[in-house]
């Protein structure tokens, strides 16, 4: 057994490659955060390179041994680890154990859960081709015990807790701000597949109006669906469903941000006679010809830099907490939705979203609706302009200075398809996420427009 605990000697040198790598060019290009998680990758590709050799140069006898050596290994390795970083470079135990909190993404424990695993693995591998079925349910619970460690939130499905309307056999997840006598101002969120949480700034305006915010079908808090019911058309008549069921019977008002301003758009043209006066702030497509531009500057704006940070949220998959199924496409959704990027392309300069601003995204939405059009633009062939020309109440656009579909897009390709009563308002140095990040003046803004 002296032999493989020498053997474990050079996977600190290995070890110390790999961190070297990590400071000098991950951290460099992709940030702290997601070079720790890629050299999380590197070492484990390479302490399993080193590993195979040393198995197939000394071959245990048996399984236990193997396990043995993993064992060992797995104690030297965390001994060595915390000890020399603990009396050798005198970090505190918060820092050295930093590494090792999966909820802030850090995955680190992965290698030592390689380090424990990989001789055993190694040794089936070259005793019989295949693990036999006995062998993996014996791992099975120990693997199982290492995932489902982040918990996203629960759906109205699963938690009677949260607030919702039921409606047509549904479960919208909502929350209601002022009096039920007051005129409804019903606020549609953006997406396809976010939440409602990042537009509560507009609860203010509950001293004059009932404020109602839904989660949209098969996003946010509200129940997952088959992706069969995730259409655009079916958003319509989920918020025509909402408008009959908050109304009694009068004109509400709305206020539709991105996606939202799309659905409110395709509203007013479906049903023009059940609102009075609607916002619309940055639609990013109306139809086929705005889908085309808005998707053409959408694939400009992604970078090297969004691809890695979809890989490192996907390596996480694994270790989301399932219930009703979607957690996990769902987590990573969400995480790149809060990433929060200062600047352009959709931000001013110095301006970001607050942290955690979606709760929890619908990843089902998305894939169903935004993501072939984002494919093939053609694939988005509604109109939802079409008939809008038959409303007759107020509408205001907002556009902001900054974001890429901002006030210049929109003077030109949305603005002419819509009524000639539309007023558009530039949002100086203002982004996309204006109704977030200004909250001051949308609502003195939209307060304005909607008084008699």
Partial sequence: MWKYVIAWI???????????LREIYYTSHVGELAAHQLSTVSGIFLFGVYIGLVMRRWPPRTGGASVMIGLIWLALTIIFEFGFG????????SVLLHDYNLLAGRVWVLVLVWVALAPYLFYRLQTKPVIEQDAIQRIAPFLFGLISWIQMPRTVQLDDALPYAEINGYKF???????????????VHGGPGGDYDYLKPLRNQSKDYRVIFYDQRGTG???????????????LDDLNAIVEHFSSGRKVKLIGHSWGGMLVAGYLSKYPEKAS?????????LYPESARACVKIMKQSLSIADALALARYVLMYPFISKEDGHEGYDYVMTKLLNRNKPGPPYQCAGQAMPPDTIKR???????????????NPDAFTDDLTKRISRYRGDLMMISSECSLIGYAYQQKYHLPKLPAQTVHVKAQGMGHNLLTLNPDWSLQTIATFFKP
């Fill in 10 to 20: 050079p996977l600190v040198f290995i070890a110390i490659v790999n961190g070297a």
């Fill in 86 to 93: 603990r009396y050798v470079r005198g970090l505190s135990w």
């Fill in 173 to 187: 997840h909502t929350e209601i701000f002022g009096s039920a006598e007051s005129t409804p101002v019903i606020v």
């Fill in 221 to 235: 808090l509200s129940p997952r669906v088959d992706k069969k019911s995730l259409t655009l058309e079916q958003n």
């Fill in 277 to 285: 006066q609607a916002v619309i702030v940055e639609p990013g497509m």
């Fill in 361 to 375: 995204a619908g990843y089902g939405a998305f894939s169903t609706m935004m993501k072939p059009v984002m494919d």
